[in-house]
């Protein structure tokens, strides 16, 4: 962070609902929410994007900017399944950097700076990752990329080109559009239907595409859907079930007080979605009327459900794509590519907010020709303590972990056998210089095994489960004033002379 | 705390209320209290004994003992006034460290340790302090000093002896107990009596004293009384008036239901407190008879309102003092000295705790012998926002803060005058060496203010005002290759040639 300039701060945990109301974010289903002794109503914030813009707001000056702020402490997430320890937990420790620049442009080349020293940060951790284009989801903002390591316990999606390096989330690939002929009219077996439900259940969601693009069982990108109807519940199998079970029929009356209030109908109702790939007709509202399809529920057919039609992207006016990839599928950006997939585990996030939350919060900036205009801001997280789990996981064999360097605790791990403390003792000041590194100004980081209660074998196991990047073992060979330098992670051991030893220690060390 | 040979950790900071139950005190006023998505009760940490003692459980060899934990994080109470910024915030910055020993004289050895460490620390800080003997509160235990920053917008009032070095806060001062004669029988106008009534307006708490033991305006120790009466609420001065406003009859059924739902009591009720200064007839149930002393509300004394009588101290047995001491009162603890007292603020307190939290959570070790017993413990926190709010509020001046050197994020600000930018530069370098300090390993932590908008008087009033322990400034001296090293905190200004700089400033710096 400092080598792009950002100064380090502190935002406090608890934040407002009315602050996230203005950005309307306060609906959230997974802010932690609480009151205090006056009520006042309280977040534990999951993320700062409003804390800070609203602390910009009057730094009106062009001269404040760019501006890099970030911190690193506790976010709050009331998670439907925390799972996997600090893979995905409730409270977990993430370092976010806000930046702000007065126009499009130098955001952008902001966002490039950011990508450069995220680079530089995983390149370091060694740690195979994957840099992919995301959907910004509920953060909004037009530009994102995730940071992944490839690994079974992921739970992202990620999407590969054999051809030309495309690397996406799945939930954010827009199938290849083939174009098709205007005149073709797919037979009402042609076409198919996904059903889905809101998790309130009085919404159904009909999603129409043509049968022949896909033949998965989970044809829908449903993240993609849920940027359409935000209530989606991803995780039901049977909503036409569910559908009827609490069908509540339309009441003129009762919805426009509903409406009024500001609180979601109270009746059921239908939205159709058609993916591009199907001919125009299906977008029209009286679509309805061609509803024989097989597999349309004919309790719903029967009934005259208030119903809505989506067939182009609100957000971009394109025609809308619904359907996930699958692996083989061509790719989007290339000519002869095909997709291939794998699961992995997002540890970084970087988002192009663009004036998101400056416009909604007045966060301006004056320019030089003094119009006044909302701040371009970017948000970009890293998840830290997520960021252990994926390492320990990614480094860890049959003996225990094994850290890179960058992140061990210490490089070196002493153990003496236990007539040889005094020894082991010497060793440790060979290392670092005698009378131990108050000051941290060694060069080396290193700790010594002091238990005198174990023995050598339980100390070396305990060394390697503890996964120091290099262990000395003070034992046989100290009768010739040797020390055994042990690297699993090069499945190096050998005995090197005492005097040579730091200047060993240090070159095993450097790559490490 | 690595001086005493502490670990470091960090707990979540949301607890549950369950676990809080098991040592009775889930029902704390202070709490931030919220529930997650299955409903399950949660708490803000506002302090981690339970949290800590609780992950012992288990940890049951001697082996494990001594254990000395700390962390530095976040911590949280829905303050009833929140005030000053730092001084008294609803989220603020904590160390707490928890001790854990086998034997209550170990545990009593841990606490000097503890002392030691903590006076040594406020020693560095340069800041005059005072060690208090304190009240445990609600925190429980038998021994707990609280360090504190003397100061006019301090909270706490501390009494110190002018003879023997006695100073206690005022809170936990018992007065001197002057034997009296036991045939002594006090005339009812001798007899003073002090209401209070507690937030829920349904006990009256009636403190009886000797009128001539007290002249003061506030002559109860509100502190004592709430540990007798947790509800108590400190800052009505009407308990009368509020007492008959809420007046509840009491009701034999209601009062049994109630009772079973552990809830406080729906009916009005009296509690009668008798300071040790009173005659033993006092104490006795049939007091009420008594009640023609001057001041007793008629309205009380008419009807039948249950009673209770407290006059021994619940926790020691000892005949109760409720009255606060004065200035000019004698010393409790010497034959000579009078009283006198200052108001300050809290920094840090140290508790002995002993097995107030180990025994309701059943933090067992296995001594030698084979004995179970439950682990001695101890709390020891330090209020780290605070005390950067009361650093700076102790050394600021007129033209700003000072921070002494231990806090202050840079030791020296180098300043050049606009057309020597390069040579601050060459400042900055002669200071740290050439191409900055990347490593840490410069034994100054200098920073050059680069800023090219702003002249050289903003900038020496900027780094005043910020509060350098030294400021160099590049400016008329230049022309022979002389700095001007200032330090406002030893009044000091002088010409210094850049040969000689470093080792200069590093003198200067020694005691700052």
């Known amino acids: 962070m400092r080598s792009i300039g950002a100064a380090r701060l502190s935002l406090s945990t608890i934040t407002s609902e009315a602050l996230w109301e203005k950005t309307g974010r306060s609906s959230g289903s997974e802010l932690f ?37 970030y911190q690193i402490g506790r976010k709050y997430r009331d998670e439907r399944r925390p799972r996997a320890g600090l893979l995905r937990g409730r409270e977990f420790l993430m370092k976010d950097l806000y930046t702000f620049d007065t126009t499009e442009q130098a955001a952008l080349d902001t966002y490039r700076d950011v990508q450069g020293a995220y680079k530089a940060l995983f390149d370091e951790l060694k740690l195979p990752y994957l840099v992919a284009s995301a959907d910004s989801g509920s953060m909004g903002g037009s530009l994102s990329h995730e940071y992944l390591y490839p690994s079974t316990v992921g739970e992202d999606t990620i999407v590969s080109c054999s051809d030309c390096g495309y690397t996406a989330n799945l939930e954010a690939v827009v199938p290849k559009t083939e174009g098709h002929d205007p005149t073709f009219h797919p037979t009402r077996k042609e076409i198919a239907i996904h059903h889905s439900i809101t998790r309130d259940r009085k919404t159904l969601i009909n999603s129409f595409y043509l049968a022949s693009a896909s033949s998965s069982s989970q044809p829908i990108n449903l993240s993609r859907l849920a940027t359409l109807v935000p209530d989606l519940d991803p995780s039901t199998t049977d909503a036409v079930e ?49 509803m024989d399809v097989p597999a349309y529920p004919s309790f719903i057919a029967d009934k005259t459900i208030p119903s809505t039609s989506i067939s182009r992207d609100p957000h971009t006016d394109l025609p809308l794509r619904i359907l996930r990839v699958n692996d083989g599928d061509p790719c989007p950006k290339c000519d002869s590519g095909k997709l291939t997939s ?60 094994n850290w890179p360097r960058v992140v061990a605790p210490y490089d070196v791990m002493v153990v003496a056998r236990e007539d040889m403390e005094l020894d082991g003792r010497a060793v ?25 209660t174990k023995d050598l074998i339980w100390k070396m196991t305990d060394a390697d489960a503890l996964g120091f990047p290099v262990i000395c073992v003070v034992g046989r060979g100290w009768k010739n004033k040797e020390v055994e330098v042990q690297c699993r992670r090069k499945g190096l051991k050998m005995n090197v002379p005492l005097a040579e030893l730091k200047e060993k220690v240090e070159e095993v060390l450097t790559d490490l």
């Open 33 to 69: 929410r609480l009151k205090d002794r006056k009520g006042s109503k309280l977040l534990l914030a999951p993320t700062h994007e409003e804390e800070i813009t609203q602390l910009l707001v009057g730094y009106i000056s062009h001269r404040y900017y760019p501006l890099r702020l």
């Open 242 to 290: 569910l559908f009827e079970k609490h069908y509540t029929p339309f009441d003129p009356a009762h919805s426009a007080k509903a409406s009024k209030s500001h609180s979601p109908p109270k009746y059921s109702q239908i939205i159709n979605v058609f993916d591009a790939g199907l001919p125009s007709i299906f977008s029209e509202p009286n679509f309805s009327n061609h």
């Open 342 to 401: 794998t699961t992995a585990i997002e540890l970084a996030h970087t988002f192009h907010l663009g004036t998101r939350y400056t416009e909604p919060l007045n966060a301006e900036v004056q320019l030089e020709d003094n119009r006044r205009v909302p701040l371009h801001q970017g948000c970009h997280g890293i998840g830290v303590s997520r960021m252990i789990a994926a390492i320990a996981e990614g480094w860890r064999d049959g003996k225990g972990l």
């Open 428 to 452: 440790y000041d060979a290392l670092v210089g005698e009378g131990g590194d108050p000051e941290g100004k060694s060069t080396l980081d290193v700790l010594f095994d002091d238990r005198t």
